[in-house]
């Protein structure tokens, strides 16, 4: 019984709310006012005839007015106290309407204004409204702010720069172009590494405002291009500038000529004084870019353009460069698969020692052997596995293979030791030591018969790494040899303290030996400085008796090249070092 009542009070205040929820206060307060009339004229009628009855003795049906004048008076009572309190009830309404509107358009626009109003409880109201408002316009501004500004520069940041683009871009037409130019310090990390954290944010934030001035000075018709346009901080040390009206590519090449200009003085930060560049993708829309993923993705590959070809400068986007780095792009994921698959073979060029004539060792090549037989050039794909970083794993697979081939060679009877290059990339993992310790051991080759090449121009820019890394391998007996010597900027002293034992003298020196009159002036001083400091020479890219006579008699250690051999697989290495007799070598030689 309880749950039935229970249900029928449910079912009574839903259909009370379904009720007052169709209702306006107007017609509420109407209803309300026409019940309550009738309420009060039927209460007064009733002690009018229970008066008349009782104390003065009249019949109740005896009526002072006619039947159809009371209906009358009723119902024109009722109407008159509906319509009364209607329009009453109706200001209230534009009250309530008005606190509405600007409560819905107050966020968006500060001009609104909430008009004055009457009664204390409104007024306090309005008040209340107005502060609150007013509070949550400031909170919106911050979180704007937040979201739309890089707090680096207080320049727009990259989701304004979208949200704009988003915008204008569909406006874009090949009479109207717009234009996007993704844009790129230069030298702006070794900077921050001189200057710190903070100072870099700074220069970040002299470098915006130095672009906005460039742009705000443009005169003449050229500031057309700058009709709606955008300049934002991205990531990093990146900025875009958007030209939603570019007008035409000589403005473009005219606002980012102004840019590059901007960046001729240098900037003096914290009493430093720091020069930087920039450099910049350009991409039109629509001719080279109708979305806005592919006007940052062009821009972006402009850019990468110019780092490869000149380091900097600015560049317009052509459809040649989507090809290559969709062919880019296709190598990437080969040359993962061949990482995957270890499709990468060790090839070994011989070197040959001068005074004795034998083979004393042999440099370990990388060659990428594809399923079908092709052999892919290490010019194609050593760059791309340093982008990648897939380039340590292929050193890890060519270092392992041999090793396990130099293991072969020992117990072959022969004294040959092999030479691994190893890359920048692969030089700064934390793992290097550990890594070349592991394969030594699981390959069984002692320590002696490896040794490790590196670039000079590492070897100079990080001597503590070298060091480090190199301490614990050559206690074993591990070499170490500076590759392409003569092509850095070397700083001698530094060479002087690293733990080298062997110099390779760039085969670039080796080959103008019969062209340039300079080159053997450049290798006698070479030989010369390795001969005081005690360190053995190979001499690299040897061709001819003529290069490999003069190599001998001023004192080069160890020569390759092909005059002797190009680089041979494990087995044709093999057949190479079994046929090779201390009379024939001594007659290529010509020891005599």
Known sequence: ??????????????????????????????????????????????????????????????????????????????????????????????????????????????????????????????????????????????????????????????????????????????????ALIVLDLDNFTRASERLGALASEAVLKACGQRMTNALDSLEGPVRAGLNNSMLAAMQADSFALYLPSAVSRDYVSNIARAIRLAFADPFIVSGQSVTLGISGGIVIAPEDADTMHKLFRHAELALRQVRTDTGSGFRYFSPRLNRVARGKYMLEAELRDAVANREFKTHFQPKIDFQTGQVVGAEALARWVRPNGKIISPNTFIPLAEETGLVTQIGEQVLEAACESARIWMQEGFNATVAVNVSPRQFQSSDLTETVLAILKRTGLPPNRLELEITESMAVSEPEKVARVMRPLRSLGTKLAIDDFGTGHSNLSILTQLPFDVFKIDRQFVSALESDEQAPAIIEMILAMAETLGLNTVAEGVETERQADFLRRRGCSMAQGFLYSAGLPHEAFMDFIRGWSSKSEASRLKVG
């Open 1 to 178: 019984m309880a749950s039935g009542e229970e249900y029928l009070s449910v079912d009574k205040q839903s259909f009370i709310s379904r009720l007052l929820g169709r209702m306006t206060i107007p017609r509420f307060a109407a209803w309300c006012a026409a019940v309550a009339t009738i309420i009060i004229f039927v209460g007064v009628w009733t002690i009018e005839q229970a008066y008349g009855a009782l104390i003065e003795g009249k019949a109740w049906t005896d009526m002072s007015l006619p039947i159809w004048a009371i209906m009358l008076l009723l119902l024109s009572s009722s109407v008159v106290a509906a319509i009364t309190a209607w329009f009453f009830a109706r200001e209230f309404q534009n009250v309530l309407v008005d606190f509405t509107r600007y409560l819905e358009v107050a966020q968006v626009d500060p001009s609104a204004r909430l008009s004055n109003v009457s009664f204390v409880e409104l007024r306090r109201l309005r008040s209340v409204v107005i502060r609150s408002v007013g509070k949550l316009r400031r909170d919106n501004d911050a979180l704007r702010r937040t979201a739309y500004e890089d707090p680096r520069t207080s320049m727009p940041n990259l989701i304004a720069l979208e949200e704009h683009i988003t915008k204008t871009l569909p406006r874009a037409k090949y009479e109207t172009p717009a």
